[in-house]
């Protein structure tokens, strides 16, 4: 695991370190230390934590003007032991919404498992986006069934076209257009 780097390619447009607005404002990495695990596997170091031991994100882009903002996880998604959406929720999101996102894209193609505990944080953060929206990119099938299993999956828009999109081709803008453009014609 230790060998899967967050996506880089769009440092040049956005580094979470350096917004302001940013959780993870002023926060500095190193290239060498390897001090994050899932596990018993470690992490590159360009993981951020969000005080959770076994589900690790990274901010990718941030645009605050037209409110959506396209984050990258990486491990296992424990409601049920580590109360994960808790953390995410108070810790990353709300601060988030504060500074005027209401869009999200969570992509979860290094997302391991889901283990579930409730439903009322991601009920809230559903109502907290209001006129926004929750999309989740490229899970793995069975942690999209696992959500839909206990019925939490009516608070994100998922799955069809959203599991197969190739986001790395495109630009930040360009991929939220993607997204926003599917998620569009599922309300519709």
């Not at 942690?143 to 790395?168: C, K, N, P, Q, S």
Request: hydrophobic share 40%.
């Amino acid at each position: 695991m230790h060998y899967i780097e967050p996506y880089f390619a769009w440092r040049e447009l956005y580094i979470s370190a350096d917004d302001p607005n940013s959780p993870f404002y002023g926060r500095e990495y190193s290239e060498f230390e390897f001090n994050n695990t899932v596990y018993n596997f470690y992490l590159h170091p360009q993981w951020d934590s969000m005080g959770s031991p076994t589900l690790f994100l990274k901010v990718l882009f941030a645009e605050y003007d037209d409110g959506f903002a396209i984050i990258e996880f990486i491990g296992e998604w424990n409601d049920a032991i580590e109360n994960d959406i808790m953390t995410l929720k108070r810790d990353i999101i709300e601060p988030m919404i504060e500074s005027g996102i209401n869009k999200f894209i969570l992509i979860g193609e290094n997302v391991l498992n889901f283990h579930y505990s409730d439903d009322c944080y991601y009920e809230e953060w559903f109502d907290d986006v209001e006129d926004g929206w929750i999309a989740m990119v490229n899970f793995h099938d069975h942690v999209i069934a696992e959500f839909e299993r206990i019925r939490i999956d009516h608070y994100f828009v998922m799955g069809g076209e959203l599991e197969d999109i190739e986001w790395r081709t495109y630009m930040p803008f360009q991929f939220f257009k993607k997204v926003n453009d599917l998620v569009m014609r599922r309300i519709e």
